[in-house]
Nanobody, 122 residues
Framework: VQLQASGGGLVQAGGSLRLSCAASGRTFSSYAVGWSRQAPGKEREFVATISRSGGSGVYADSVKGRFTISRDNAKNTVYLQMNSLKPEDTAVYYC????????????????WGQGTLVTVSS
């Protein structure tokens, strides 16, 4: 499967953005998908993940209550709705996929998109 992330941009603190992760292939519904991010000078960190059906999701504590992950398997797309954005959310956001169960561990994902930059100004 190939993944392409989009939707990043520049937003003021307190604002919102919605990221999309579009996937190729007819077996998208068999893949769990996660979002990670990497800020300048920092290691990549887990943000959120969603199960194959979309019925379950897990969030990093730093985004819980502000971000929502969802998916539309008919459109082969996973979304990350980001509200109440903070300057510390500034990072390149990556989506990744793996067949089977969702996971919070980035190294367990097999397929990665190219990343989309989110910049939150104070």
């Amino acid at each position: 499967v190939q993944l392409q992330a989009s939707g990043g941009g520049l937003v003021q603190a307190g604002g919102s953005l919605r990221l999309s992760c579009a996937a190729s292939g007819r077996t998208f519904s068999s893949y769990a998908v996660g979002w990670s991010r990497q800020a300048p000078g920092k290691e990549r960190e887990f943000v959120a993940t969603i199960s194959r059906s979309g019925g379950s999701g897990v969030y990093a504590d730093s985004v819980k209550g502000r971000f929502t992950i969802s998916r539309d398997n008919a459109k082969n797309t996973v979304y990350l709705q980001m509200n109440s954005l903070k300057p510390e959310d500034t990072a390149v956001y990556y989506c990744a996929g793996r067949p089977g169960l969702f996971t919070t561990k980035g190294y367990e994902y097999d397929y990665w998109g190219q990343g989309t930059l989110v910049t939150v100004s104070s």
